[in-house]
Structure formats: structure tokens, C-alpha cells
């Protein structure tokens, strides 16, 4: 019981030593807290995959009834701002010097053509941005389809047969890339707390010289890491709520899921993340070294192949395999579908279990290389 006793007061007399030195120390304050609060207006405001007001230049070769008609519909879409052209080769000028997105061509046999069921109008979109071009060319077909349907309804004969498609987007009605960018941010937030800060606390204590004082005392390594371990965990959850009150009251991210679950998952991926930093900072000496491995082995790919901006399934098959050696992938996976999916247990357990694995085995493997250093 006395052992015991002496034990835990060592990892406080510990813990309350790392947590002054995170208080003294202002990066570590402007990285666990300044920082996520950057990424998280910066992102959700600055970081958007819509496509709204698409400056597209009309050429109307026919200048009838119809053709105004049509080209109203496009003018009350409101992911349309429409340009006057005169021709095809001014409005080419424009999109060459970029002042517009594309092109609405309507021919000057539109009306006699849409009344004998074979009309045609050209859509020129700009192809530098190849998603941009992708979903303009998805909204373009809205307009037209509004405008067919009123002209159907006031009883013009239209080139449009009495088969409709009603879609459904699931998950997302709103269509709004902020839904899934709040929970990838979120797993942003904690893999630069956890891995990027932590990556540095031990090589930090190489570097002052502090260790070797540590080495005459009864403290143990396991009592070391909790001690390490247990305020960057505390920063990190403050890093979490953070992003949480900002998907639910800056950007209305609906929470569809169990919030606790949502807590839990979000605390096993920051054991991850932190297992990940203590582990360089226990392998590297040096304070930089460890803050570069720790951007390159966590950050970018939590970035790039997690999922969290670029469908997984569109990338070459061999990047796709590295990904499932990526906590952060199975993180952006969890907490999505928490947030906008719900309780779906075949998709939360196997992630859940996934991540708690590699928390056990980074944890494991920190704590026998730390053995082999301060014992």
C-alpha cells in the first residue's frame, strides 16, 4: 500500500511539473489552443468544396422568347451569375483571361428544334479545375430542368417525356461540404496536439538536461510517460471541444450520432496520436528532428489519406494500401459517420477496434523503448 501510495505521488509531483511547464511555455499554449482555433475558422470558413456563383458568359444566337425564357431560368439558379456575350469568340476571351467559368452557348435554331423534340444547347465548361468543371456541368442541368417542367406545365409542347428522376442525397441534404470537413478537422486538431506537441516533451528534456537529474530518482518509466501522458491529453480534449462548439454553433453541423460515443472515439484516437509523439520523442534526441517526423508522420497523411478531403477510393491501388497503416483513416471514418450517419455499429465497432489496437500497441512499444533508455 505504501508503494503504491509513493507511486502515485510521484506521477503527481510529475504530472503538476509537465503541466506548469505547458503553462510556462507559450508554443505549446498557441499550438494546443491558438492554433486548432486558427484551423477551425480557417478551415471552415476558408476551406469549402461548394461551387456557388459560377460566372458562366451567355451567347444567345436566337434572341427569342424561348432562349430568354431559358436563359431566366439560369439567372434565378443561384449558383449562376451570368455575362452578356456578344459570340462565341468574345466569350471565349473572357473565359482565357478568366473572368468567367463558362460558356452557355443556345444555338439560333433553338426554338424550332426544342418545339420538334430535338433541342440542344452547348455547356463550355473551363477545365483548368477539372471538380469545379465536374459539378458545373451537374448544376447546369437544373435550370433547364426547371425551365422544361414550367413550360411543360403551361402546356408547350416540350422534348421532355413523362418519366421524372427525383434524387436523394443521404446523409448531407444540404449539400454542404462543411458536414464532413468539421469531423476531418477534428481529427486534425487532435493528431497536431497529440502527436506534434509530445513529439518534443522528451527530447525537450534531453536537449535542457533535466533527464539525467530524473535518472537518480525512484521514479520509473511507466510513472514517466503517465506523467508525460496525462496534461497533453487534458490539452487535447480542449482542442476537441473547441472543434466541437464550432460545428455545432459556427457551422451547424448536425450531430446525428451518440455524443458519448462520439467523445470516446475522439479520446481513443487522441491515445493514438499521442502514443505516436512519445514514441519519436522517446527514439529522437533532438527537439526539430522529432517535430519533422512527427509533421511527416502524422499531420500530412492525416491531410492527405485520411479521407478527410480526397475520396480514398479514387487514388491508385497502392496508395490505398498504405492508408490502412493510417490511424487518421480510420478516425475520419469513425467520426463521420458518428456525425452524419448516426449509431451505425458495423462501421463505428471495427474502426473503434482498429484504433483502441494501435493505442495498445504504440503505448506498448513507447514504454519498452523508454525502458531501454531511463532504467
Given amino acids: 500500500m505504501k508503494e503504491w501510495s509513493a507511486k502515485w505521488r510521484r506521477i503527481w509531483a510529475l504530472t503538476r511539473k509537465e503541466t506548469r511547464q505547458i503553462l510556462r511555455d507559450p508554443s505549446s499554449i498557441a499550438i494546443g489552443i491558438v492554433f486548432p482555433l486558427m484551423m477551425i475558422l480557417l478551415f471552415g470558413y476558408g476551406l469549402s468544396l461548394d461551387v456557388t456563383r459560377v460566372s458562366v458568359a451567355v451567347v444567345d444566337q436566337e434572341n427569342s422568347a424561348d432562349s430568354a425564357g431559358l436563359i431566366a ?94 434524387s436523394r442525397i443521404w446523409f448531407n441534404e444540404a449539400n454542404d461540404s462543411h458536414y464532413f470537413i468539421v469531423p476531418g478537422l477534428i481529427v486534425l486538431v487532435m493528431t497536431i496536439i497529440g502527436a506534434f506537441l509530445t513529439a518534443m516533451v522528451i527530447a525537450r ?44 454553433f459556427l457551422f451547424h453541423v448536425p450531430l446525428r450520432g451518440s455524443l458519448s460515443l462520439l467523445c470516446l472515439a475522439s479520446m481513443v484516437y487522441l491515445v493514438v496520436a499521442l502514443g505516436i509523439g512519445l514514441l519519436v520523442s522517446t527514439l529522437v534526441k533532438s527537439q526539430f528532428l522529432a517535430s519533422q517526423l512527427a509533421m511527416l508522420l502524422t499531420f500530412l497523411p492525416a491531410m492527405m489519406l485520411s479521407g478527410f478531403l480526397y475520396d480514398l477510393r479514387s487514388m491508385p491501388g497502392f496508395i490505398r494500401a498504405i492508408t490502412y497503416v493510417l490511424p487518421a483513416r480510420y478516425a ?4 463521420q459517420t458518428l456525425y452524419l450517419a448516426g449509431n451505425v455499429g458495423s462501421v463505428i465497432w471495427l474502426n473503434a477496434a482498429v484504433l483502441a489496437a494501435m493505442a495498445a500497441g504504440l503505448l506498448l512499444a513507447t514504454r519498452l523503448a523508454t525502458r531501454k533508455q531511463i532504467t
Fill in 73 to 166: 431560368a439560369f439567372r434565378l439558379s443561384p449558383y449562376f451569375q451570368l455575362t452578356a456575350a456578344r459570340s462565341v469568340a468574345a466569350a471565349t476571351t473572357l473565359v482565357l483571361d478568366r473572368k468567367v467559368d463558362g460558356i452557355l452557348q443556345i444555338p439560333s435554331d433553338f426554338s424550332r428544334r426544342w418545339h420538334s423534340d430535338v433541342a440542344q444547347i452547348q455547356i463550355l465548361v473551363d477545365g483548368t479545375d477539372a471538380n469545379q468543371a465536374r459539378i458545373m456541368q451537374g448544376y447546369a442541368e437544373g435550370p433547364v430542368a426547371l425551365w422544361s417542367a414550367a413550360e411543360q406545365e403551361s402546356g408547350v409542347p416540350v422534348a421532355v417525356g413523362p418519366v421524372s428522376v427525383v
Fill in 205 to 248: 528534456e534531453w536537449e535542457r538536461g533535466t533527464l539525467e537529474a530524473l535518472f537518480v530518482t525512484p521514479m520509473r518509466a511507466g510513472e514517466f510517460l503517465i506523467s508525460k501522458f496525462v496534461p497533453y491529453f487534458g490539452l487535447g480534449m480542449i482542442g476537441f471541444v473547441l472543434c466541437l462548439l464550432a460545428g455545432q
Fill in 332 to 335: 475520419v471514418a469513425l467520426l
